[in-house]
């Protein structure tokens, strides 16, 4: 799902990743300890793992 566009600020794009992380370790069982990494990449671009 698109967490943003690369006209966005980096601070709103980390506040939808931020939004999307709290809402999927919402659902699972162990929260954000089911989630090991998290990666981000504009369509034809190379993939980025947040840190």
Do not use: C, H, W
Not at 8 to 23: C, G, V
Request: hydrophobic share 35%; net charge positive; aromatic share 2%.
């Amino acid at each position: 799902a698109p967490v943003g566009t690369v006209d966005m600020p980096p601070e709103q794009i980390a506040d939808n990743i931020e939004a999307i992380l709290k809402r999927i370790s919402s659902k699972l069982e162990r929260g954000m300890m089911n989630i090991g990494s998290v990666y981000v990449k504009t369509t034809m671009g190379p993939s980025e793992r947040v840190k």
